[in-house]
């Protein structure tokens, strides 16, 4: 199939091997979609020079490492093979609409939250418990502020979120234990004595941040427990993030 550039994302998703993704994505998240329309689709050859970084694996096998790129600043993405694969579409359209110039908040490499996209759209989890665009737009926020905040915001999201899950007197770690992970980062000191009512000292400089993202991974592979959780924190980041 030839495509002609410049071209828009509207025109790309018009494509017959985009259609039916197209159609799911604007079912899905209606604003997402509409906010990817006029993202500009740039031709490869002036990024070719990125080619440079692929490799050869132990079984001299060709490993690509970048086929794709975004610029947010100016809502372009380019793709080195066309029609892009739906993974690799959204993950360049969500650096440009959610404005996010760094990996960790939205890739889901870092367990971020272009997650969330896959787990409504593979029906992991239902619009119908809650909107995907709000969810995900808060799920963004939070992710984009938490590098930079107050220990107090991260403790009030902390507390928020620990306090909607558990009954009175439960705790981050008991939440952890629920889940059946343990996360070490998350605490300045490992508990001595496995009390699931009782935190020991919290790490802020993990948390909640590593709550999420181990929610988002869990909920991925189907864990009920942490699909359960994960809706419950999103509907306190939906109501107490901008």
């Known amino acids: 199939m030839c495509y002609l550039f410049p071209m828009l994302v509207l025109d790309l998703l018009k494509s017959p091997p985009l259609r039916q993704f197209a159609q799911n994505f604007r079912q899905i998240f209606p604003r997402f979609f509409a906010q990817s329309l006029d993202v500009q689709v740039a031709p490869w050859f002036p990024y070719s020079y990125l080619e440079q970084y692929d ?3 132990h079984l001299n096998q060709l490993v690509r490492r970048i086929d794709a790129i975004a610029f947010p600043d100016a809502r372009v993405v380019s793709f080195r093979f066309m029609p892009p694969d739906p993974l690799l579409l959204i993950h360049e359209l969500g650096h440009v609409v959610f404005s996010i110039k760094s990996e ?3 890739n889901s490499s870092y367990a971020g939250a272009e997650i969330l996209f896959w787990l409504f759209y593979r029906e992991i989890l239902a619009p119908a418990d809650l909107s995907p665009d709000d969810a995900l737009e808060a799920l963004v926020s ?3 502020q938490f590098p930079s905040a107050t220990l ?5 999201i902390l507390s928020e979120i620990v306090g909607t899950l558990n009954p009175p007197g439960r705790s981050l770690f008991g939440l952890y234990s629920t889940l059946g992970v343990l996360k070490p980062e998350s605490f300045l000191e490992f508990p001595k004595s496995l009390n699931p009512n009782q ?3 919290v790490n802020f400089d993990h948390e ?3 709550l ?3 929610l ?3 909920a991925l592979l189907n864990e009920p427990a942490c699909v359960h959780v994960l809706l419950k924190t999103l509907n306190v980041l939906m109501q107490i993030l901008p």
């Open 55 to 57: 490799r050869r694996d």
């Open 104 to 106: 960790p908040p939205w």
């Open 142 to 144: 939070f992710f984009k």
């Open 152 to 156: 107090e915001w991260k403790r009030n």
């Open 199 to 201: 935190d020991p000292p």
């Open 208 to 210: 909640p941040d590593t």
């Open 212 to 214: 999420l993202r181990a």
């Open 216 to 218: 988002l991974s869990g």
